[in-house]
């Protein structure tokens, strides 16, 4: 018995270091790409820009720049943050630096309870190595702050969900309404807790106990209300905003009535694996053309439908699960919440747990240890194998969110001259001025109006350009920096005007016509900003 009893130890000494190393491990790898300090992407600048220009009171009480939302709780933790420390790419990031670091510890503790305290290390690491929750722990986007909050939810749910003590419901109710303000999708997640735990006393006929556990209930509920009247309902969708993620596909179909509504679950489960989880090989490029089930670890999509059946067994939890699921869904299906990519980060941790669950499963059929080592490590090892990728080519890292602007506008700032004069086209303008405010620019500039709306062909379009450089006259050289990737505007219709992009890339045009009317003599090109000096003929 002594034997067993020191074994047992040892296993869990084990079992514990193991979740230390990867927490460890995890915090290493978040702070190296932070100090990377790469360039704001468009969507972290069009939200900072609202952090940054309005002030507390225009963002307790206006809708923010550009059809942008986030949480009350997350603006108002970014606007302390820059108070206190100044407005930079770090500061605008730190907060969900911080989110991801809290996440990691929580969700280790949360995993002991929703995995029986079985294979937790495992879990642990997918959700270090997973290069989407690294990127967005990283980025000056709420994202995190959802996982954060979703996470604290089911830890207060471990910890009240059998209390039928006033002060402790009262106590649990207070913490889940805080939390409503600082996410949006947390409210599914406690919709889910809430159903599941009424039901289950309803059909118990636990009356005494059904009524006492309203009140946290009832306080979440209200204090939803609250946030909705005087916060989300302002930013609420817009019409384009609803127009945009319809078009691309990102809400679900409630009831698929065809082919293509049933192919969008089977298309969002295979990119669910590839984003937010990472079992997707990110080096291999479509052109290739390696089949995506090449591409995708199919291990890990194994695993996630074996567990999803295994954890049935555990009936309260698994209805809580699926709730949760079922309410996200409805909300998708009536276009209120996209579900796709980013927007599944909060959701990330239900993954990983039925992918471990899956794996805990098949391991109960496996005799030697050694067996079981290695199917945990064929489970870990695409996470595993991208992230150590991204680390040595940190530019593939999420690329098709990485951004050249702060490199364009040093390379401008290192080789402008005096006389030259810098040209911002209308679709560089938004990151332009953030970015003025951010390393202030001592750079003479010419912002770009955009008159599309007052033109029917490039013709009218390039003569109204010229307009905006009518100071030109007066300069030998004139720097253009636009971004060739967003051709639109938000807010605009896909692909408006039509005239604009009748040709291909309109940005292929305008770099045309400055060629016809001056000579490019140096250029700084990236996958998006691009900056050329032209010399004035």
Known sequence: MRILKSGQTQEKIFQLSLIGFFIGLSIIIRLYF??????????????????VKMSLGDLLSKELFYFQKAPLGYLLAQKGIIAVFGASEMTLRLFSLLCSIASLFVFA????????????????????????????????????????????SFSLYIKYNQSNTVKQLVLWGLCGALL???????????????????????????????????????????SFCINFLLVTQRHAESDWTVFWFDYYKYFAPIVPTNADDVNWYIMSLYWMLDYPLGFSLVFFRESMGFAPLVKLSVIGAIMLLIGFLAYIKNHRDFYILVIISMATLLASGLKMYPLKERFLVFFAPVFIWFIVSGCIYLAGFLKKKWQKSILCLLVLLVPAINIVYLILVPNDF??????????????????FK???????YRNNVVAFELYRILHNYPIPTIIGKDHRGSSNNFNDYFR????????????????LLYDDVFQSGIGEGIDWPAWYFKNGKPTDTVVSYFRSIATPIRSFKSSDAIAICFELR
């Open 34 to 51: 932070f100090f990377l300090n790469r360039s704001l992407w468009l969507d972290e600048v069009y939200l900072s820009t609202s952090i």
């Open 109 to 152: 503790s949360v995993s002991k309870y929703f995995l029986k305290s079985k294979l937790v290390w495992l879990a642990v690491a997918i959700f270090a190595f997973a290069p989407p929750l690294v990127f967005h722990a990283v980025e000056a986007k709420p994202y995190m702050c959802d996982l954060l909050a979703t996470l604290i």
């Open 180 to 222: 409503i303000w600082f996410s949006y999708p947390v409210i599914f997640v406690l919709t889910g807790m809430a159903v599941t735990i009424c039901v289950e006393n309803i059909l118990k006929k636990k009356w005494n106990i059904f009524f006492v556990q309203l009140i946290p209930f009832s306080i979440w509920l209200l």
């Open 398 to 415: 999420l690329k098709q969110k990485k951004s050249y602007e702060k490199q364009a506008l040093s390379f401008i700032q290192s080789n």
């Open 418 to 424: 005096d006389g030259d004069v810098l040209y911002v």
């Open 464 to 479: 109204l350009v010229m307009t905006d450089l009518e100071l030109l006259s007066e300069k030998k050289r004139v720097w």
